[in-house]
């Protein structure tokens, strides 16, 4: 059974930073592309970033470019999003998905995790 | 960039209708890599259909996905209590590399 768990998520300040991660299991991690979406509060969904399965490949919201950074360690089956320099709007439930296909980047996700609230606040 | 606008932004149908969901794109969708997530209160998004008109695995036929090029819908026959959800498109196709939600349709059954 797939399963994709989310942590790391909590409260932090305006420019501060934070390491999400997110523990795949039931599937083969490398041959699958990954990528973190992230809802705000009562809003829609956001893509935020995708990385193949590999990890040779990244690609990032224009949103959090320069600010994000994904990857992925394969022989620990996680994904990661290291969050810096936070602004309040950066407030989300953050998601890691699953592309539908393997070998492929930028998909339409199949798998996704219970998320992990973030909260940007003073 | 592509941009997807969905409509209409609620719809409240009764039990055994039939709801057709709207998905435009500001332009048009490459290989019809347009997908269709419904999401439940407090739940993560589900993909209910890939590649415009493929129903995902598990879900049952009353979904159903069609369109092209820059029109896309999503339809759900005979409505059923559960159905209650926010439902999104997602293009994946587009320039830059990335992917574009729509803002999601809220379905209330009456």
């Known amino acids: 059974e797939v399963q994709l768990l989310e942590s790391g998520g909590g409260l932090v300040q305006p420019g501060g930073s934070l390491r999400l991660s997110c523990a795949a299991s039931g599937f083969t991690f490398p041959f699958y592309a990954m990528s973190w979406v992230r809802q705000a509060p009562g809003k829609g969904l956001e893509w935020v970033s995708a990385?193949?399965?590999?990890?040779?490949?990244?690609h990032y919201a224009d949103s959090v470019k320069g600010r994000f950074t994904i990857s992925r360690d394969n022989s620990k089956n996680s994904l990661y999003l290291q969050m810096d320099s936070l602004r309040a709007e950066d407030t989300a439930v953050y998601y890691c998905?699953?592309?539908?296909?393997?070998?492929?980047?930028?998909?339409?996700?199949?798998?996704w995790g219970l998320g992990t609230l973030v909260t940007v606040s003073s | 960039e592509i941009v997807l606008t969905q409509s209409p932004d609620t719809l409240s149908l009764s039990p055994g209708e039939r709801a057709t969901l709207s998905c435009r794109a500001s332009q048009s969708v490459s290989s019809n890599y347009l997908a269709w997530y419904q999401q439940k209160p407090g739940q993560a998004p589900r993909l209910l259909i890939h590649g415009a008109s493929n129903r995902a695995t598990g879900i049952p036929d009353r979904f159903s996905g069609s369109g092209s090029g820059t029109d896309f819908t999503l339809t759900i026959s005979r409505l059923e209590p559960e159905d209650v959800a926010v439902y999104y498109c997602?293009?994946?196709?587009?320039?830059?590399?990335?992917?574009?939600f729509g803002q999601g349709t809220k379905l209330e059954i009456k």
């Open positions: 997602q293009e994946y196709g587009g320039s830059p590399p990335g992917n574009t």
């Open positions: 990385i193949s399965g590999s990890g040779g490949t990244t």
């Open positions: 998905a699953r592309d539908l296909t393997i070998y492929r980047m930028l998909n339409s996700f199949d798998y």
